[in-house]
């Protein structure tokens, strides 16, 4: 069973890849996360989790998801993170959470995808952008065959500057940088809500036909990705940046107002 956490679907994108590759089923853990259900998951299969890199590691309300559900069946946990970076050190992270939950930690990889995130860095362009995921295509193929096949996942190498990320500087940059206040909304806005219906962590309500946010974000951009008429900026670091949304909403949101998105 492949499980998915994506804000703007670089994650989506590799986890239903993987999961086509190996017959497996690709389930979106953002669609439980907002109904707040908890559940119990049964795969004889090796459990696959795929996310974005938070601050060097696996985002916290993954890790928080993961811990809260049950899982019955395959013990073996496989690790994918899409990054337009690095991924640190968040293997060993990884590892704990494993030991922590019970699984059989079987590896991490790390899969380079195109920058989405505009509160921080700029992103690439379309051309670009689709460059980076054509050269993502043979790496995914080949973490599916090993995953399939029943392998332990090859470590990669980390520097010392990816351990102190993914050590002392993750809390410090949850504390610094992942915050909602930077967000800001202009008159382009035409009250579609689909901030708000997109939001894993239902952070955005609108009010005044407008989004507010309510100081629970972990940043996954899919509000400023997604919206249709890039109304929605963060600070000035997303001022005349090109946003990146590949998210198929339908895989994740079919039952929610389907016609809106």
């Not at 109904?35 to 795969?43: D, L, Q």
């Not at 974005?52 to 998801?65: A, M, N, T």
């Not at 050269?135 to 990669?156: F, N, Y």
Request: net charge positive.
């Amino acid at each position: 069973m492949v499980f998915y956490f994506s804000g703007t679907g670089n994650s989506q994108l590799v986890a239903v890849r993987i999961a086509e590759m190996t017959g497996d089923k690709a389930v979106s853990i953002n669609r439980y996360m907002k109904k707040g259900e908890k559940a119990v998951f049964r795969s004889e299969r090796p459990l696959v989790f795929v996310a974005p890199v938070y601050s060097w590691r696996l985002p916290r309300v993954v890790e928080q998801w993961i811990m809260e559900n049950d899982f019955e069946g395959s013990r073996d946990a496989y690790f994918i993170l899409t990054c337009g970076g690095s991924g640190g050190n968040a293997a060993v992270y990884a590892e704990k959470l494993c030991r922590r939950k019970g699984l059989r930690y079987r590896g991490l990889c790390s899969v380079l995808m195109p920058e989405n995130y505009l509160a921080l860095f700029p992103t690439p362009g379309e051309s670009e952008s689709r460059e980076i995921i054509e050269k993502a295509g043979p790496v995914i193929t080949d973490l599916a065959r090993q995953i399939q096949s029943g392998e332990t996942l090859t470590a990669q190498p980390v520097s010392l500057v990816g351990k102190i990320e993914s050590g002392p500087v993750n809390p410090l940059f949850y504390r610094l940088f992942v915050k909602d206040k930077g967000f800001t909304v202009s008159d382009k806005c035409i009250s579609c809500g689909k901030c708000a219906l997109r939001c894993p962590l239902n952070n955005i309500s609108i009010e005044g036909g407008k989004p507010v946010w309510k100081g629970r974000c972990t940043h996954c951009m899919a509000c400023i990705g997604g919206c249709p008429t890039e109304a929605i900026e963060y600070k000035a670091k997303s001022s005349g940046q090109r946003r990146h949304y590949i998210m198929d909403d339908s895989l994740c949101w079919k039952n929610e107002c389907p016609e809106t998105l």
